[in-house]
Protein backbone atom coordinates (compact mmCIF):
# COMPACT_ATOMS: atom_id res chain seq x y z
CA UNK A 1 0.00 0.00 0.00
CA UNK A 2 2.72 2.61 0.98
CA UNK A 3 4.50 2.20 -2.02
CA UNK A 4 1.57 2.28 -4.28
CA UNK A 5 1.35 5.40 -2.86
CA UNK A 6 4.52 6.92 -3.16
CA UNK A 7 4.18 5.67 -6.92
CA UNK A 8 0.95 7.09 -7.63
CA UNK A 9 1.80 10.27 -5.83
CA UNK A 10 5.53 10.38 -7.76
CA UNK A 11 3.44 10.23 -11.24
CA UNK A 12 1.21 12.81 -9.93
CA UNK A 13 4.13 15.16 -9.47
CA UNK A 14 5.38 13.90 -13.03
CA UNK A 15 2.09 14.84 -14.69
CA UNK A 16 2.23 18.08 -12.78
CA UNK A 17 5.56 18.64 -14.20
CA UNK A 18 4.68 17.96 -18.00
CA UNK A 19 1.49 20.22 -17.17
CA UNK A 20 3.48 23.02 -16.43
CA UNK A 21 6.74 22.33 -19.08
CA UNK A 22 3.35 21.98 -21.78
CA UNK A 23 1.57 25.73 -20.39
CA UNK A 24 5.79 27.13 -20.55
CA UNK A 25 6.07 25.61 -24.39
CA UNK A 26 2.49 26.97 -25.48
CA UNK A 27 3.46 30.80 -24.50
CA UNK A 28 4.76 32.25 -27.44
CA UNK A 29 7.37 35.62 -27.97
CA UNK A 30 5.29 38.78 -28.49
CA UNK A 31 5.40 39.37 -31.66
CA UNK A 32 4.23 35.35 -32.66
CA UNK A 33 0.97 36.41 -31.55
CA UNK A 34 -1.81 37.02 -33.14
CA UNK A 35 -3.22 39.84 -31.80
CA UNK A 36 -0.01 41.60 -31.56
CA UNK A 37 0.70 43.14 -35.51
CA UNK A 38 4.55 44.15 -35.57
CA UNK A 39 4.82 47.60 -36.67
CA UNK A 40 8.58 48.35 -36.55
CA UNK A 41 11.10 46.48 -35.19
CA UNK A 42 14.91 47.78 -35.39
CA UNK A 43 18.10 47.53 -33.02
CA UNK A 44 16.44 49.58 -30.74
CA UNK A 45 12.58 48.96 -30.16
CA UNK A 46 9.30 46.04 -31.00
CA UNK A 47 6.61 48.25 -31.96
CA UNK A 48 3.45 46.20 -32.11
CA UNK A 49 -0.32 47.45 -32.57
CA UNK A 50 -2.00 45.43 -30.74
CA UNK A 51 -6.32 44.52 -31.48
CA UNK A 52 -8.66 42.38 -29.43
CA UNK A 53 -11.67 42.18 -30.71
CA UNK A 54 -14.47 41.74 -27.61
CA UNK A 55 -14.67 38.71 -25.44
CA UNK A 56 -11.57 37.23 -27.04
CA UNK A 57 -7.91 36.69 -25.32
CA UNK A 58 -4.91 36.70 -26.48
CA UNK A 59 -2.48 33.72 -26.24
CA UNK A 60 -0.26 33.63 -22.99
CA UNK A 61 2.99 35.33 -24.45
CA UNK A 62 5.93 36.40 -23.23
CA UNK A 63 7.50 39.99 -22.53
CA UNK A 64 11.36 39.98 -22.02
CA UNK A 65 12.56 43.58 -22.21
CA UNK A 66 11.37 46.94 -20.62
CA UNK A 67 8.25 48.05 -22.45
CA UNK A 68 5.91 50.93 -22.04
CA UNK A 69 2.01 51.20 -23.46
CA UNK A 70 -0.09 53.39 -24.58
CA UNK A 71 -3.69 52.49 -24.59
CA UNK A 72 -6.07 54.00 -27.41
CA UNK A 73 -9.52 52.79 -26.76
CA UNK A 74 -11.61 52.79 -23.37
CA UNK A 75 -12.39 48.56 -22.92
CA UNK A 76 -12.74 46.76 -19.97
CA UNK A 77 -9.88 43.78 -19.79
CA UNK A 78 -8.18 41.46 -17.50
CA UNK A 79 -4.86 40.25 -17.18
CA UNK A 80 -3.83 36.59 -16.23
CA UNK A 81 0.22 35.51 -15.82
CA UNK A 82 1.05 32.05 -16.42
CA UNK A 83 0.09 29.94 -13.83
CA UNK A 84 -1.66 32.40 -11.53
CA UNK A 85 -5.41 33.56 -11.61
CA UNK A 86 -7.34 36.07 -14.09
CA UNK A 87 -7.62 39.23 -12.41
CA UNK A 88 -10.40 41.21 -11.93
CA UNK A 89 -12.01 43.50 -15.14
CA UNK A 90 -9.86 46.79 -14.94
CA UNK A 91 -10.74 50.03 -16.84
CA UNK A 92 -8.20 50.74 -20.19
CA UNK A 93 -8.83 54.64 -21.14
CA UNK A 94 -7.97 56.41 -24.55
CA UNK A 95 -4.27 57.98 -23.74
CA UNK A 96 -3.47 56.13 -20.44
CA UNK A 97 0.27 55.54 -20.37
CA UNK A 98 2.14 52.53 -18.72
CA UNK A 99 5.95 51.86 -18.27
CA UNK A 100 7.03 48.86 -17.13
CA UNK A 101 10.56 47.34 -16.26
CA UNK A 102 11.86 44.08 -16.50
CA UNK A 103 12.88 42.40 -13.07
CA UNK A 104 14.40 38.83 -13.67
CA UNK A 105 12.80 36.46 -15.65
CA UNK A 106 10.03 37.71 -18.79
CA UNK A 107 6.70 38.08 -18.50
CA UNK A 108 4.40 35.88 -19.55
CA UNK A 109 0.81 36.28 -19.55
CA UNK A 110 -2.32 37.17 -21.70
CA UNK A 111 -5.21 40.05 -21.81
CA UNK A 112 -8.70 39.48 -21.94
CA UNK A 113 -10.92 42.03 -23.43
CA UNK A 114 -14.31 42.29 -21.96
CA UNK A 115 -15.56 44.79 -23.60
CA UNK A 116 -17.23 47.39 -25.49
CA UNK A 117 -15.96 47.13 -28.68
CA UNK A 118 -12.23 46.33 -29.76
CA UNK A 119 -9.26 46.98 -27.52
CA UNK A 120 -6.38 48.34 -28.96
CA UNK A 121 -3.17 49.81 -27.34
CA UNK A 122 0.56 50.42 -28.57
CA UNK A 123 3.16 48.18 -27.09
CA UNK A 124 6.65 49.27 -27.19
CA UNK A 125 9.26 47.11 -25.88
CA UNK A 126 12.87 48.82 -25.63
CA UNK A 127 15.30 45.99 -26.67
CA UNK A 128 18.48 47.39 -24.86
CA UNK A 129 19.05 49.22 -21.81
CA UNK A 130 21.71 52.30 -22.13
CA UNK A 131 24.88 51.41 -20.46
CA UNK A 132 25.66 54.89 -19.50
CA UNK A 133 21.76 56.55 -19.73
CA UNK A 134 21.20 60.45 -20.94
CA UNK A 135 20.82 62.71 -17.94
CA UNK A 136 18.79 65.79 -20.27
CA UNK A 137 15.75 65.25 -19.85
CA UNK A 138 13.17 66.93 -23.46
CA UNK A 139 10.27 67.86 -21.09
CA UNK A 140 8.23 67.03 -17.56
CA UNK A 141 8.50 63.06 -17.46
CA UNK A 142 4.52 61.10 -17.37
CA UNK A 143 6.31 57.74 -17.22
CA UNK A 144 9.56 56.07 -17.74
CA UNK A 145 11.52 52.80 -16.82
CA UNK A 146 15.37 51.91 -16.99
CA UNK A 147 15.06 52.24 -21.08
CA UNK A 148 13.21 55.29 -21.92
CA UNK A 149 11.56 58.21 -20.80
CA UNK A 150 8.00 59.32 -21.86
CA UNK A 151 6.48 62.67 -22.27
CA UNK A 152 2.84 63.16 -22.58
CA UNK A 153 1.38 65.96 -24.93
CA UNK A 154 -2.15 67.14 -24.63
CA UNK A 155 -2.65 69.33 -26.74
CA UNK A 156 -6.30 71.65 -26.69
CA UNK A 157 -6.89 72.78 -30.50
CA UNK A 158 -4.45 75.59 -31.48
CA UNK A 159 -2.33 74.67 -28.28
CA UNK A 160 1.80 74.22 -28.41
CA UNK A 161 3.87 72.19 -26.76
CA UNK A 162 7.34 73.67 -25.11
CA UNK A 163 10.08 74.13 -27.55
CA UNK A 164 12.01 70.76 -26.18
CA UNK A 165 14.96 68.97 -27.06
CA UNK A 166 15.64 65.41 -28.14
CA UNK A 167 19.15 64.85 -27.54
CA UNK A 168 18.37 60.46 -27.70
CA UNK A 169 16.17 58.67 -30.77
CA UNK A 170 12.33 58.32 -30.15
CA UNK A 171 8.98 57.23 -31.31
CA UNK A 172 6.56 59.73 -31.61
CA UNK A 173 2.59 58.37 -31.80
CA UNK A 174 -0.70 59.90 -31.78
CA UNK A 175 -3.08 59.15 -29.41
CA UNK A 176 -6.12 60.74 -30.87
CA UNK A 177 -6.56 62.29 -34.68
CA UNK A 178 -5.54 65.79 -35.18
CA UNK A 179 -3.86 67.61 -37.48
CA UNK A 180 -0.39 67.85 -36.02
CA UNK A 181 2.19 70.58 -36.60
CA UNK A 182 5.76 70.50 -35.96
CA UNK A 183 7.68 73.36 -36.06
CA UNK A 184 12.00 73.03 -35.90
CA UNK A 185 14.62 75.32 -34.45
CA UNK A 186 15.07 76.91 -37.99
CA UNK A 187 11.17 77.89 -38.15
CA UNK A 188 10.21 75.51 -40.63
CA UNK A 189 6.80 73.50 -39.95
CA UNK A 190 5.43 70.70 -41.52
CA UNK A 191 1.88 69.65 -40.64
CA UNK A 192 0.50 65.36 -40.73
CA UNK A 193 -3.66 64.70 -40.68
CA UNK A 194 -2.86 61.77 -37.87
CA UNK A 195 -4.83 58.72 -36.85
CA UNK A 196 -4.98 57.16 -33.57
CA UNK A 197 -1.92 54.90 -33.33
CA UNK A 198 -0.06 56.51 -35.93
CA UNK A 199 3.90 56.90 -35.61
CA UNK A 200 6.91 57.80 -35.98
CA UNK A 201 10.90 56.98 -35.76
CA UNK A 202 13.33 59.78 -35.14
CA UNK A 203 17.02 58.46 -34.66
CA UNK A 204 18.84 62.26 -34.58
CA UNK A 205 18.85 64.73 -32.57
CA UNK A 206 15.61 66.93 -32.80
CA UNK A 207 14.93 70.24 -30.75
CA UNK A 208 11.00 71.07 -32.05
CA UNK A 209 7.56 71.74 -30.64
CA UNK A 210 4.03 70.12 -31.73
CA UNK A 211 0.94 71.98 -32.26
CA UNK A 212 -2.81 71.16 -32.86
CA UNK A 213 -3.77 72.33 -35.80
CA UNK A 214 -7.41 71.23 -35.67
CA UNK A 215 -10.65 71.82 -33.47
CA UNK A 216 -10.40 68.95 -31.32
CA UNK A 217 -8.64 68.42 -28.11
CA UNK A 218 -5.80 66.03 -28.96
CA UNK A 219 -2.66 63.63 -27.32
CA UNK A 220 0.63 63.01 -28.63
CA UNK A 221 3.19 60.71 -26.71
CA UNK A 222 6.82 60.53 -27.02
CA UNK A 223 9.08 57.39 -26.15
CA UNK A 224 13.00 59.01 -25.88
CA UNK A 225 15.46 56.00 -25.41
CA UNK A 226 17.81 57.01 -22.47
Avoid at 44 to 56: C, D, M, N, Q, R
Avoid at 151 to 168: F, V
Wanted: net charge negative; glycine share 8%; proline share 6%.
Amino acid sequence: MITYFCGAFVLALAGVALCQQAARQAAVRVEQEPHHHVVLKNDSVLVTHVVIPPGEATLYHTHSYDRAAIHLTNNMITLQQMGQSESEQMPAKIGEISASTRKGDPLTHRVRNAGPGPFEVIDVEFLQRPVQPSAAEAAKVGAEDPSARIYNWALAPGASSAQHTHERPYLVISVTPMQLKMTGVDGKSSTHEVKAGDFHWVDSKMTHTLANGGTTDGQIVELELK
